[in-house]
């Protein structure tokens, strides 16, 4: 669990953030393993970490490399710190990586938005420089998660084929720390809170690592204690209780402090929102009240940076998101940072939290089949090496998400999947063992969902019986029914969402957009032009408004983003309500005068 809890600083944990520019080297001709890299970069060029390396460079050869590519640097360690347990700590690096410290493996990772560490005592010269030399490679296969595949051109190169049109952005993605923690320490906290009338409830379990008594103390945000325990499990209670609310968040702090023989040996603090989530019927409970989901499906994506971390740009997205009216966002198509969950708590900002399992089809642009409104042909669950391989690559996905967010309270919902396809019988067996698998993994048993695509319309589904919540990614009116038949698009949706609410069960419309090239105006509309997305939204909206299981909208996408270059997309998919450089379009204001009128409960 050590890379699980994030790194904070508290009176026991020192941590040192080294991101910053580091050496930089693309293995153009995959040799770095065999020629022992590991041990140190020659004509080696810079990169900013974190950051993606793909935009930074003026050269395709950055921005579409196949294969790994390595980092370096230096980075002391202080001789006080030789009583402690060293580690150094990725907040993530995609899509897997390897991390030599002096030549020596600390740690290898698979999944790129995960965080990781690599014990450090038994390599590092405390007090003295050391080297850290680290290999990340982005290649996609069906085994993997996501998916995608490797094709080799006529030139000897080769390009990584995602089976998804976010651009494949690589390398080190979040901040790279230094922690130097106790060892005898706390190392995984689950908390699950609940409420009677103005009586708040916080259950807890600590486990710890070595020897050592467990004492919770649980502060309001004044920080004034307001309950406090003893003993590795047990359930305080708060008089007056402030419950986390959406778009009205309150958090306490549950500070967790390990003792041996009165001696504090560990402390660290976890942010708790006390609130319920269940789904009933049709109804999707927050604090036992009907919620409505408002908002979109969004993507870590942003100029230069590519996906790379970037704290201003995650607090604009918040000031937009509150200006909007919206209330939730979707973290498609894979985990986002934990300082933007932090936010999220903080704001209030309700979260569908999806894993990185994308792609999960035989076609590369699925999204181009199923606009043909044709039967899949795909036979992407019949293969081997997705039940066998693909899965596994799936539960640890889905672990690792699971034990990284447990204690948000800004997470509702966990999706599992984006858009596989589950037209095809073998989906069923499938998604029936990895909902098995995820069920057990939740302390707080939230919502399970995936998100169903259009090949697969109601009544071909196999494998929404297994999900709590049915969440739909439909473009009638774009892929399908577009241009001057996109004034039947809003029947037609209505009438498969007719279809999804005789499941009993919540509908949330997880994807629904237009693309739109911003300063593009048409009378009468076209597609592709600013007055046509905001009559797209009238049609989809008069769907969802005729079918009263539907408890959420969340159109696609908040903004632009950068996609993989082709003939469907202008530099990008520009399905943004807001552009890249997060700036409304018309859309925008259409959807703000939708949603100021839209209650979050109710
Ligand atoms: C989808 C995918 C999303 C795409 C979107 C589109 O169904 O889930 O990743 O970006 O369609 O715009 O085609």
């Known amino acids: 669990m050590t890379a699980f809890l994030y790194p904070h600083e508290t009176k026991t944990r020192r941590i040192i953030d080294i991101s910053g520019v580091w050496k930089f080297k693309l293995d153009k001709n995959n040799e770095g393993r065999d020629n022992h890299w590991k041990d140190g970069l020659s004509d080696t060029t810079l990169m900013a970490v ?84 680290v290999v990340v490679n ?36 979040r901040a790279v720390k230094l922690m130097a923690l106790p060892k005898q320490r706390i190392d995984d906290i689950n908390v699950l809170t609940d409420f009677d009338q103005s009586l708040g409830k916080v259950g807890y379990a600590v486990s710890a690592l070595g020897a050592g008594d467990v ?72 604090n036992n009240e009907p919620f409505y989901f408002k908002g979109f499906g969004k993507h870590e994506d942003s100029h230069i940076h590519g996906r790379g971390y970037d704290a201003a740009l995650n607090l604009r997205d918040m000031e937009l998101l509150d200006w909007i009216g919206a209330n939730s966002i979707r973290t498609s198509h894979y985990p ?34 199923a606009g043909q409104g ?42 599992l999947s984006n858009e596989p396809d589950t037209s095809q019988e073998a989906s ?29 319309p109601y009544g071909k589904c196999h494998a929404h019986q297994y999900a709590d919540v049915i969440c739909l990614n439909r473009y009638y009116g774009w892929y399908m029914m577009g241009g001057i038949e996109m004034d039947n698009a809003g029947e037609a949706f ?33 597609q592709w032009s600013e007055e046509y997305q905001c009559e797209y939204l009238d049609q989809q909206h008069y769907a969802f408004d005729s079918c009263p299981a539907v408890v959420g909208e969340q159109m696609w996408n908040f903004a632009d983003f950068q996609t993989w270059e082709g003939i469907m997309r202008v530099d990008g998919n520009k399905k943004g309500a807001f552009t890249r450089d997060r700036q409304p379009k018309m859309s925008a204001h259409h959807l703000k005068r939708r949603w100021d009128k839209i209650d979050d409960f109710g």
């Open 50 to 133: 974190p950051a993606s390396y793909n935009d930074i460079s003026t050269e395709k050869a950055f921005r579409d490399h196949c294969g790994d590519v390595w980092y370096e640097t230096d980075f002391y360690i202080a001789e006080e710190w030789q009583e402690k347990e060293v580690y150094v700590r990725f907040g993530s690096a995609t899509h897997r990586a390897i991390v030599y410290v002096n030549g020596q493996e600390v740690v290898s990772h698979d999944g790129g938005y995960m965080p990781f560490a690599g014990k450090l005592n038994d390599v590092v010269k405390f007090g003295e420089k050391n080297t850290m030399v």
């Open 374 to 415: 044709g039967e899949s042909q795909s036979k992407f669950f019949e293969r081997p090496e997705v039940q066998n391989e693909g899965m596994e690559a799936h539960k640890d996905a889905i672990r690792e998400l699971f034990k990284r967010d447990k204690n948000h309270a800004c997470v509702v919902m966990w999706s």
């Open 215 to 286: 004492s919770v103390e649980l502060f309001d945000e004044a920080g004034k204690l307001v309950a406090a325990g003893e003993g590795s499990e047990g359930s305080l209670t708060i008089d007056n209780v402030k419950l986390w609310q959406p778009g009205n968040a309150y958090l306490y702090t549950l500070q967790v402090s390990l003792s041996e023989a009165g001696q504090l040996q560990d402390q660290y603090p976890v942010e708790v929102g006390v609130r319920t989530v269940k789904v009933e019927g049709t109804r999707f409970l927050i």
């Open 138 to 173: 982005n290649e996609l296969s069906r085994k993997t998660i996501p998916c995608g595949d490797i094709v080799t051109h006529a030139n000897g190169t080769r390009e990584v084929k995602p089976f998804f049109d976010f651009f494949n952005y690589a390398g080190i993605h």
């Open 494 to 526: 209505a009438k498969e969402l007719a279809g999804w609410a005789t499941e009993n069960k919540p509908v949330v419309i997880t994807e629904y957009g237009a693309d739109t090239m911003a300063g593009i105006h048409k009378l009468p509309s076209v």
């Open 336 to 369: 986002y940072s934990e300082e933007f969950m932090q936010l999220a708590d903080r704001k209030g900002l309700v979260v569908i939290n999806e894993t990185p399992a994308v792609g999960q089809f035989d076609v590369m642009m699925n999204f181009m089949a």
């Open 428 to 456: 069923d067996a499938y998604f029936k063992e990895v909902f098995a698998y995820a069920r057990d993994l939740d302390p707080q048993n939230r919502p399970l969902t995936f998100v169903n695509f259009m090949l697969a």
